[in-house]
Structure formats: structure tokens, C-alpha cells
């Protein structure tokens, strides 16, 4: 597997660029729509934290931010990231993802996926990506299986939520394996 270097993805309308403070207006913006960082099990920051996130981001080992960009009119709807690049293994997982509530059930997160799937399959060689997201959070479990990835499993007590309480994790996967089905699925859905 290849390093993950810094680059912008595009896609039907959807654009991938290299998280920075450049995107703090709009990062800021994006999750007061839906108050985001009101949500227990979301990585959304506070509206006066959003330089703290971006700067934790960029400092954080073994992940690539990306701000999400709604090309039709540059808007800044969202954050998500390649996290725990793991080069010996040749995986690494998506997430730390979240979107303006006004994006939810669009095509922003079929087409975010879509593109970082490829990419890490496609040109990085990944022999695997995952996924983990709170028990809670039945949308993103949905979201994640209808990319095609399969459950592992749920780690139980596996890390605090922002209000201390403790979480369980459901983690999923997909292989190099499965990604080119996948890849059909994920097509015709973005077509229709």
C-alpha cells in the first residue's frame, strides 16, 4: 500500500481538498446547520472550536483530513478522513465524517465515499477499509452498509462519547475483495 499523500478528489458536483484553517468559515457554518455538535455520537466540533478541530486534525498521526465542497456553489458542507493508516497491514479506515444536516440523505455522502473508496483501493492498494461508528447511531450503520461494507463486529466500552458516557462501536469493513461489486452498486446509485 502506498502512503496516503494529500489531494483533492472530485466528483459529481463533490469536491475532496486537503483540510486547513482556510475552511474554518465554512467548516463553522456547516455545523450550525443542525446544531451538529449537539449530537452525542457525532465528531462535529463546537461553532467557536472549529480551528481547535481542524488544528487536532492535521496533527494527528497516521490521518488525512479533507473538507468537503459542494462545487456548485464552493460551500463548505463538511469534514471526513482516511484514519489509522496502517501500511504493513494495508489498510486504513474512513471517518471522523459529518455533514451540514441540510446534506444528510444526499448524494454528498454516497459521492465522498465513492471517491475515497476508489482511491485508496484503486491507488493507494488497500487491502482493506473500515469503518466504526456508535451503537447509537443507526443512520451512519445504514449509511455504511449500503456502501456494501460488511459488520465485524461491536467492541463494547470502546471509547467515551463527548458527554463522558461510554460508547460501543460497530465495525465494518470491505476487502479489496468486494470493492469492485461494490463499486458497480455505488455507480448506479450516483447515475440514478
Not at 174 to 188: F, I, N, S
Amino acid at each position: 500500500m502506498n502512503t496516503p499523500e494529500p489531494i483533492t478528489l472530485s466528483f459529481n458536483h463533490i469536491r475532496l481538498e486537503p483540510l486547513g484553517m482556510q475552511h474554518a468559515q465554512g467548516l463553522c457554518q456547516a455545523t450550525e446547520d443542525g446544531e451538529l455538535w449537539r449530537l452525542v455520537f457525532a465528531s462535529a466540533p463546537e461553532p467557536g472550536k472549529v480551528a481547535d478541530y481542524i488544528q487536532t486534525a492535521l496533527n494527528m498521526p497516521n490521518r488525512l483530513a479533507f473538507a468537503v465542497i459542494e462545487e456548485t456553489n464552493h460551500q463548505v458542507i463538511g469534514s471526513t478522513s482516511y484514519h489509522d493508516i496502517n501500511i504493513p497491514a494495508s489498510r486504513l479506515d474512513i471517518g471522523h465524517t459529518w455533514y451540514a444536516q441540510s446534506y444528510w440523505r444526499s448524494r454528498a455522502n454516497t459521492t465522498c465515499k465513492y471517491l475515497l473508496l476508489r482511491h485508496a483501493f484503486e491507488t493507494l492498494g488497500c487491502r482493506t477499509v473500515g469503518w466504526r461508528t456508535d451503537i447509537l447511531n443507526t443512520r451512519s450503520q445504514q449509511a455504511i452498509e449500503r456502501l456494501g461494507a460488511k459488520k465485524d463486529g461491536v467492541l463494547r466500552g470502546f471509547q467515551t462519547r463527548r458527554d463522558g458516557s461510554v460508547r460501543d462501536t460497530v465495525m465494518y469493513s470491505m476487502t479489496r475483495e468486494e470493492w469492485p461489486e461494490a463499486k458497480v452498486r455505488l455507480e448506479e446509485r450516483l447515475d440514478s
